[in-house]
């Protein structure tokens, strides 16, 4: 279907310059470091919203140093509690996960910050580069269906979850692995926005999705999420494409 997603972004362009991920990045670009400097890209949707997911690590990171370097091991322990508020994260094997660029492992020792301050990790703050890791390798496409990103979760395969941007209106389709499957951007400029159970209309699309191109299609046309127009276009191009 990749073609048929390129027909969508083609056709159906959104403006993503005054997107929440886009400030993000344009304001806090200055946290990733070099080792993630080529994720610092609005090249897509899909590009900010992996840049977002670091940037909203690397703050939380921020938050640990100031801890670390402010407070002593007592102080920490005794407020524990309260350090993680406001903070995102997402669950991997019913751990939470506050730093994406780091194992499981390491992150484990943030949760316990009074211990990390004395133990022999405490280099993890001076010298961090020996211990990342690949996020969207290591997790997959799990930082993607947390707080760390604004996608909104519609169906979840095996094979990849089907998520739905509200702002940019657009579904993302991330495989197992945590790469871009495909971005299919909704309401073209011919049908009037409807947000009257969008998202069940959205999951019944994604129903059709796993079935084939051309259901598809006929889904998104029958749950008013693209025109009569738009989808006799894609229609005529999916024929010759697929």
């Known amino acids: 279907m990749k073609s048929l997603s390129n027909f969508f972004l083609w056709n159906n362009p959104k403006n993503f310059a005054n997107s929440s991920e886009e400030i993000l990045r344009k304001e806090k670009a200055y946290l990733l470091p070099y080792s993630f400097a080529s994720y610092n890209s609005n090249e897509n949707i899909f590009s900010l919203i992996r840049a977002a997911i ?45 730093l994406p660029f780091f194992s499981k492992d390491i992150n484990r020792l943030f949760l316990h910050l009074s211990d990390l301050k004395d133990s022999k990790y405490s280099d993890l703050i001076q010298n961090p580069k020996k211990y990342y890791i690949d996020p969207f390798i290591y997790y997959n496409n799990l930082p993607f269906d947390s707080l760390f990103s604004r996608l909104v979760l519609i169906n979840n395969k095996i094979e990849s979850k089907f998520f739905y941007h509200v702002e940019l209106q657009t579904i993302v389709v991330i495989d197992e692995h945590g790469e871009l499957e495909n971005e299919f951007p909704i309401f073209d400029e011919k049908i009037k926005k409807d947000n009257d159970d969008l998202f069940k209309r959205i999951y019944l699309s994604s129903l059709a999705y796993y079935q084939s191109s051309s259901l598809f299609l006929s889904s998104l046309k029958e749950n008013r999420l693209i025109s009569d127009l738009f989808y006799q276009q894609a229609s005529s191009f999916n024929s010759k494409h697929r």
């Open 54 to 98: 670091l940037l909203e690590g690397f703050y939380n990171k921020s938050c640990f140093e100031f801890f670390l370097s402010h407070f002593t091991s007592e102080q920490l322990q005794f407020n524990a509690d309260s350090l993680y508020t406001n903070l995102k994260y997402f669950v991997c094997d019913g751990e939470k996960i506050y």
